[in-house]
């Protein structure tokens, strides 16, 4: 098909979201937006000493440097501006319009189900126990050379969750039609099974 499909992906922090999200890309040729790059980049800039809100409207989704934006400082900065309505109604209609694309997409984030996209074809929540989530992240931290603890990892999920699913404006919650897939016990190739069965499914409904 050629019209738009969205699947709406959302989850706590280190689910397996970004994961999943790039193999149902891979597999059904959509696009892939990874949102928290988009609150990454500004909580970056605040780091930089920028203001917010002016930071959310002079974004350049085409211009971030990934490898500078996965750190854990700038993850509690990005959850931090996360909580400003001002910053998240900034990056409202570049989410829109990557989700109504031609072609189909897929959206992970904390409030693409609820908010950005209440009307994709697919929507899932990706969760797994925090210990679990703490481990893979400090893993893959680790594997780049980034000096973490796992325990320091943990602290920085929780209060990152804590934040996210407190906070007034679009609060990570599952969407109340979302499937919730919980990864604690599922390795990576299973959860992405699972997506892209679920994916092939509805595109099958029509
Ligand atoms: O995007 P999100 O922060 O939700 O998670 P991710 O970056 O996709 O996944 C965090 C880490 O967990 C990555 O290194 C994944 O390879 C790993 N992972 C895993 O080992 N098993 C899973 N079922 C899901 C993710
Ligand atoms: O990869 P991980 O799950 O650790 O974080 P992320 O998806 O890159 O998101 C970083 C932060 O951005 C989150 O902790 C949220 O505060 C915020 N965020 C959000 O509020 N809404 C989104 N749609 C995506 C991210």
Redesign the pocket.
């Known amino acids: 098909g050629t019209g738009p499909f969205t699947v709406a992906i959302?989850?706590?922090?280190?689910?397996g979201?970004?994961t999943i999200s790039r193999a149902v890309a891979a597999e059904f040729g959509f696009a892939h937006l990874?949102?928290?790059?988009?609150?990454?980049a500004v909580?970056a800039a605040t780091l930089a000493g920028e203001e917010a809100v002016a930071a959310a409207r002079a974004l350049d989704p085409a211009g971030f440097d990934e490898a500078l934006?996965?750190t854990g400082p700038v993850?509690?900065a990005?959850?931090?501006?996360?909580?400003m309505p001002e910053v998240?109604a900034a990056?409202v209609d570049f989410?829109r319009a990557f989700a109504r694309r031609h072609g189909g997409a897929v959206?992970?984030?904390?409030?693409?189900g609820t908010?950005?996209c209440p009307e994709a074809e697919v929507k899932l929540f990706v969760t797994a126990s925090d210990e679990v989530r703490a481990r893979r992240?400090f893993l893959e931290l680790s594997g780049k050379g980034h000096d973490v603890t796992e325990a320091g990892v943990l602290e920085d999920?929780r209060a990152?969750?804590a934040?996210?699913a407190g906070?007034d404006a679009?609060p990570?919650r599952p969407a109340d039609d979302a499937v919730t897939l919980d990864t604690t016990r599922m390795d990576i190739g299973s959860a992405v099974a699972e997506a892209v069965a679920r994916v092939a499914a509805r595109r099958r409904a029509g």
Do not use: E, H, N
């Not at 959302?10 to 689910?15: K, L």
């Not at 990874?34 to 990454?40: A, E, K, P, S, V």
């Not at 990005?78 to 909580?83: K, Q």
């Not at 959206?107 to 693409?112: E, M, S, V, Y």
């Open positions: 959302d989850g706590p922090a280190a689910a979201k970004g990874d949102t928290g790059l988009l609150y990454r909580g934006l996965r993850a509690q990005a959850s931090r501006v996360a909580a998240r990056l989410q959206l992970d984030g904390r409030d693409i908010v950005i992240r999920l990152r969750d934040r996210d906070r679009a990570l």
